[in-house]
């Protein structure tokens, strides 16, 4: 099992920036994909971006160009550059861990609230 723990959720005006970070621990080495995920209010959760073992990034059309998707090996931690940022960004955002192609694990969720 992987034991995930976001931070770096906020409160900012909306065209401002965040980074949440997700650090990973447990079976790290099962590892082969990580992704960001977010929930807003009364909607489903959504994909937002991953990264995988190989280094292969996707984005969610809703904020391509706008967000990054980055991790730091050494730390055990990925990250989620947020730039630009909207109103309709405001969510929980989740971390979610992939292991051994078939088992999931999630962190506990960081609050992102975007002001108009």
């Known amino acids: 099992q992987v034991q995930l723990v976001e931070s770096g959720g906020g409160l900012v005006q909306a065209g401002g920036s965040l980074r949440l970070s997700c650090a990973a621990t447990?079976?790290?080495?099962?590892?082969?994909?990580m992704r960001w995920y977010r929930q807003a209010p009364g909607k489903q959760r959504e994909w937002v971006a991953a990264?995988?073992?190989?280094?292969?990034?996707n984005y969610a059309d809703s904020v391509k160009g706008r967000f990054t998707i980055s991790r730091d090996n050494a730390k055990n931690t990925v990250y989620l550059q947020m730039n630009s940022l909207k109103p309709e960004d405001t969510a929980v955002y989740y971390c979610?861990?992939?292991?051994?192609?078939?088992?999931?694990?999630w962190g506990q969720g960081t609050q992102v609230t975007v002001s108009s």
């Open positions: 990264i995988t073992s190989g280094g292969r990034i």
């Open positions: 447990g079976s790290i080495l099962s590892i082969n994909a």
């Open positions: 979610n861990a992939e292991r051994d192609y078939r088992f999931r694990d």
